[in-house]
């Protein structure tokens, strides 16, 4: 028996996400844009709550469009991978108790509450079934993979065909022992994290944001106009105070990206020099916007 793969439907999830993903990365642009020329008041505050809440959801479905791309279900004679995002589950052939689809189960499943199209993730507890994990991208079509510890809910495109797959699967027998294997995505922050060099340097980015943030908190209330450009003769610009808020985001939008752009490359061993140059270039940058607001606040208008 070949190898079979057995993909989740992908075109709905990747549509949606990457559809909210620009709708909302244009309205947080335009919120930027517009919070970097208004003056205190209103507006203000309106930009500025704009700009956080539609940035907000950005890293999770960015890290669910990624996951539903990447998403695959693998099946020989010898062992079932689950693959999702940073999810890595194999299963033993012999460790499956049963495959069911919905209509095969006694009553319906509670699926996850916080569902969109293509990512139907997370645990519930069945009272009859135990802990069912969900990795799907539809509650269409669902195929549940018992096992002694919990089940998992998965959602092939194909699922008469994964089904047939299966039993001829059990009935040719595995040709090998497998051992079973479950990584989670948060194995990558935990790994990063025994590492001295890279504890320093998420704790100085962190901290040099949270004193950016207090410090820009503490000035703004004591001056109303700051210098924050210069005009066509060289002279600088003054601007309200309040617009000094721009640059703890820029500052914490910068390191948050680069944050999870380390942990994605800190999978593989031979990145992870790459990661640790990423972390510390965040904890570098936010160290100069600190020394920007110093410049800021030190020129005479």
Not at 47 to 54: D, F, G, N, S
Not at 174 to 185: A, D, G, I, R, T
Not at 186 to 200: E, K, M
């Amino acid at each position: 028996m070949n190898t079979g793969f057995f993909p989740p439907s992908k075109r709905n999830g990747l549509l949606f996400h990457g559809s909210l993903l620009v709708v909302l990365g244009v309205v947080c642009t335009w919120s930027v844009l517009n919070l970097s020329e208004a003056a205190a008041g209103p507006a203000f505050v309106l930009y500025l709550l704009l700009a956080i809440v539609t940035f907000a959801p950005i890293p999770l479905l960015s890290y669910r469009a990624y996951a539903l791309f990447r998403s695959q279900y693998r099946l020989d004679r010898n062992v079932l991978e689950l693959r999702w995002g940073l999810r890595d589950e194999h299963i033993p052939l012999s460790d499956i108790e049963w495959v069911r689809t919905a209509r095969d189960l006694t009553h319906s499943v509670p699926v996850p509450a916080l569902i969109t199209p293509g990512a139907v993730l997370g645990l519930r507890r069945d009272r009859d079934l135990g802990v069912i994990e969900f990795l799907a991208s539809s509650t269409r079509h669902l195929l549940f993979v018992a096992t002694a510890e919990r089940i998992y809910a998965i959602s092939p495109a194909e699922p008469t065909r994964f089904m047939e797959t299966f039993a001829r699967a059990v009935e040719l027998g595995s040709l090998k022992v497998s051992q079973p294997k479950s990584l989670y995505p948060s194995f990558v922050f935990t790994r990063a994290w025994r590492s001295g060099l890279v504890r320093f340097l998420w704790l100085a980015a962190l901290f040099t944001n949270i004193g950016l943030i207090a410090w820009i908190g503490l000035l703004i209330p004591g001056s109303s106009r700051f210098a924050l450009g210069f005009r066509p003769d060289r002279n600088p610009a003054a601007l309200p105070s309040v617009q000094l808020v721009i640059v703890p985001l820029l500052s914490g939008f910068l390191s948050l990206l680069g944050w999870f752009a380390g942990l994605f490359f800190y999978r593989w061993r031979k990145w992870q020099t790459l990661s640790v140059l990423i972390w510390g270039s965040g904890a570098l940058s936010s160290l100069l916007f600190l020394v920007s607001v110093l410049f800021i606040v030190t020129t005479p208008l």
